[in-house]
């Protein structure tokens, strides 16, 4: 089942789309079960290298050869305070620069195969 999101606010580029979602739930409603979402999303196409040895000498358009993508969504209950939401933002932060993650990412560390 699809459901339709309301975008409040969409800041889209060639690499990421921010948005913030309106509250779920109708207006009345318990504040403690209306929630905001925060989603940003990232992608990063890389270009295949082309080269200009065609019959024509015209250098052909350039395909994509692989898409790196990240996506995070954040769920805020509407009667969270800023301090919560800061606290939530700096363990995010405190997170995705951990040696261990900048690992997997960075030299696919932790990876057995």
């Known amino acids: 089942m699809k459901t339709k999101v309301a975008t ?21 409603e318990d504040s403690s079960k209306r929630l905001l979402r925060v989603r940003l999303g990232i992608h990063t196409p890389v270009l295949e290298v ?11 358009a350039p395909t994509v050869a692989y898409l790196l993508k990240a996506s995070l969504e ?5 009667r969270s305070v800023e301090l919560d ?3 939530l933002r700096a363990y995010l932060n405190g997170i995705l620069n951990n040696y ?4 997997m990412v960075d030299d696919l560390l932790g990876l057995t195969g």
């Open 8 to 28: 409040v606010r969409s800041v889209i580029t060639a690499s990421h789309c921010l948005s913030l979602v309106p509250p779920s739930g109708k207006p009345g």
């Open 50 to 60: 082309l080269s200009n040895s065609t019959v024509s000498g015209i250098t052909p």
């Open 74 to 78: 954040i769920t805020l209950p509407e």
């Open 85 to 87: 939401r800061k606290n």
């Open 100 to 103: 261990q993650f900048t690992g």
